[in-house]
């Protein structure tokens, strides 16, 4: 049988080439909205940290109606941390749109998720987006996109695939690259003519493929999938079982059944062949797992998903200001959370640490952790995280690393400093091609020697340079590199920091707190420039003299402290540093408190008595 009614796609491409936004003009071009009616920008990226950043994390699923016939869009994450939700999303469409950027061109994500398309043989409709941006250069893109399809091994039909010219925010396509479009018709109508219907044996046993998981409080674990062969049904009584498992196939009901429908879930009574359904009642499902007839258990085999690169430790928060912000503090409380984000994202793995307090969290890079961080002290929780770790493999007995393919975009005027900059860091310089007033360079770096690097490129470029990585395989271990060339001031005793305090204080080096905040014994304060931790007191008051004067502490001048982001400090922490994540507050310190018990282990880790770290 075959779908004619229906059509299943992604849309695909590098960090920020459109996707979203093109998504919002296909609601509204196919009629999911009323004439009238009041939209926001970005309507998929429903998460609030989705909307503050500006990226997707999660693969969202929608549908629109066009001349009859039904086309569920997925829209993907386009960071290569998030790359878990992509790889499983392919498994349930039969076609994908290629977004490139037409000034950009094919970025270190094309090439990844491309890549992942072909393997899957998945036909590919490629879509030059943001053609009236000043900067466009259209025909260069077209060559680009056609030589990273011959590169990547696309066979005839791929390398034939149709190419449209789109401005995502305008709402318009056409496929001659010289002629500006007046709508989207022109991409619905290649979506109908290029992208093959769903087919199958409608009469057959059932088969199903969970593919991502969604989670409801009233009815527990919701499995979102397509369906492979035969029919579902509400009520319907059908088997779990999972391909790359030994265990036996588990009996479970379909409680309810629903479909999306623009941008809502519509319950329904069954589905067939092709359709992309979610589902309550299996109380144990994870992604992977084949929902099957009772008479038949033939389980589908799940794309491999790539595993973790780099590790954080999460641990019970034990400063001095512990359970003063959170509401959930305990190890059980953070035990649970951790083990409930399992149920969602497949690149992520947790194990329990050195301690009882502790848990080792491993996923594809900092954000992808970070996020996870964020997250949690949105939600009430209060933690403690250690730097990040790569993890190690060893591969014919030689102790490798993951490598970062990174590509940089910096105006001409800074390449040396960022080549200096990569070359410290035991970065290999793989290409250098200029962009107009611009230079594009490749590089071949451990990931490890990446932490830090991002706000330092940053100010090394004066903002205007754009930096993308991209996991690229195991390398032989390249031996010690030196990230940090600066030590840290640290608060000698438990106060509320003054004025008077942090001016004596700033003359030692740069200050992360401002005045009144509240500080602890061991907590980092601000940043020695030199390599030496140096222990200070920010909350010394000033002695009471016989000289009065009126506003004589408003004339002792601070600079403005630098405070972090959480990115900013999982970047810039050393292996005896932590970060204390509370609701309110991102706070570094020492992992140990006590100061005399600081120097002495430090004298000793000199000796190499002990390692502190």
Do not use: W
């Not at 200001?321 to 649970?336: N, P």
């Not at 920091?497 to 707190?513: A, H, M, S």
């Amino acid at each position: 049988m075959v779908r004619e009614d229906l059509r299943n796609i992604a849309i695909i491409a590098h960090v920020d080439h459109g996707k979203t936004t093109l998504v919002d003009q296909l609601l509204k071009q196919g009629g999911i909205y009323r004439e009238n009616q009041a939209t926001e920008e970005r309507v998929m990226d429903s998460n609030d940290l989705e909307r503050e950043r500006g990226i997707t994390i999660l693969a969202k699923n929608t549908a629109v109606n066009y001349n009859g016939v039904k086309i569920n869009i997925i829209d993907t994450p386009g960071h290569a941390d998030f790359g878990g939700e992509v790889e499983r999303i392919l498994k349930m469409v039969n076609g994908v749109i290629l977004l490139v950027d037409a000034a950009e061109g094919p970025m270190p994500q094309t090439r990844f998720v491309l890549q992942r398309a072909l393997e899957l043989n998945h036909r590919v409709i490629v879509v030059v987006n943001k053609i009236d941006k000043p900067d466009a250069r259209i025909s260069e893109v077209i060559d680009e996109v056609l030589e990273l399809l011959i590169d990547l091994g696309a066979n005839d039909e791929q390398l034939d695939s149709p190419m449209l010219f789109c401005s995502g925010r305008a709402g318009t396509a056409s496929e001659d690259m010289d002629v500006a479009g007046t709508d989207l018709k022109p991409l619905f109508n290649k979506i109908l003519e290029y992208i093959p219907a769903p087919e199958g044996d409608e009469e057959g046993d059932l088969q199903l493929l969970i593919s991502s998981i969604d989670y409801n409080d009233f009815v527990g674990r919701i499995g979102i999938g397509r369906v492979e062969r035969g029919t579902i049904k509400q009520g319907q009584e059908v088997m779990i079982s999972n391909f790359h498992s030994k265990a036996a196939p588990k009996r479970a009901k379909i409680v309810s059944l629903y479909q999306i429908n623009g941008l809502g879930r519509v319950q329904v009574e069954n589905a067939k062949i092709g359709d992309i359904v979610c589902f309550s009642g299996a109380e144990n499902i994870t992604i992977g797992d084949t929902i099957t007839s009772t008479t038949c258990i033939e389980p589908l085999e799940f794309v491999k998903v790539s595993e973790p690169t780099m590790e954080m430790t999460f641990a019970v928060n034990d400063s001095p200001l512990a359970g003063q912000e959170g509401k959930f503090v305990t190890s059980r409380q953070i035990r649970d959370r951790l083990y409930r984000e399992l149920l969602k994202d497949v690149s992520l793995r947790v194990s329990d640490g050195e301690t009882t307090d502790s848990f080792k969290v491993a996923g594809r890079g900092e954000m992808h952790l970070s996020i996870l961080i964020e997250n949690m002290r949105r939600e009430g929780f209060e933690l403690m995280c250690s730097n990040p770790r790569v993890l190690y493999k060893e591969i014919d007995g030689v102790k490798c690393e993951p490598m970062e393919r990174v590509t940089i975009d910096v105006p001409c005027d800074y390449v040396g400093s960022v080549i200096e900059k990569l070359g410290r860091r035991k970065g290999d310089l793989i290409e250098m091609t200029p962009l107009g007033n611009r230079m594009r360079v490749e590089y071949s770096i451990p990931s490890r020697c990446l932490f830090g690097y991002r706000s330092e490129f940053l100010t090394d470029t004066r903002g205007e340079g754009l930096i993308n990585t991209l996991f690229d395989g195991y390398q032989p271990y390249k031996g010690e590199v030196t990230m940090r060339f600066t030590g840290c001031l640290i608060a000698s005793e438990n106060g509320e920091t003054t004025r008077y305090g942090l001016f004596n204080t700033q003359e030692r080096g740069r200050l992360f707190v401002g005045p009144q905040t509240k500080v602890y014994e061991g907590m980092i304060i601000g940043e020695n420039p030199k390599n030496d931790d140096i222990a200070v007191n920010p909350c010394k008051e000033k002695h009471l003299t016989a000289i009065r004067s009126t506003g004589a502490d408003e004339k002792l001048l601070l600079t403005p402290p630098q405070i972090f982001t959480l990115e900013e400090a999982i970047e810039y922490i050393n292996d005896d540093e932590l970060i204390e994540v509370t609701p309110k507050s991102i706070r570094l310190r020492k992992k140990i408190l006590n100061t005399e018990l600081r120097m002495k282990a430090q004298m000793r880790a000199r000796r190499g008595i002990v390692d502190i770290k």
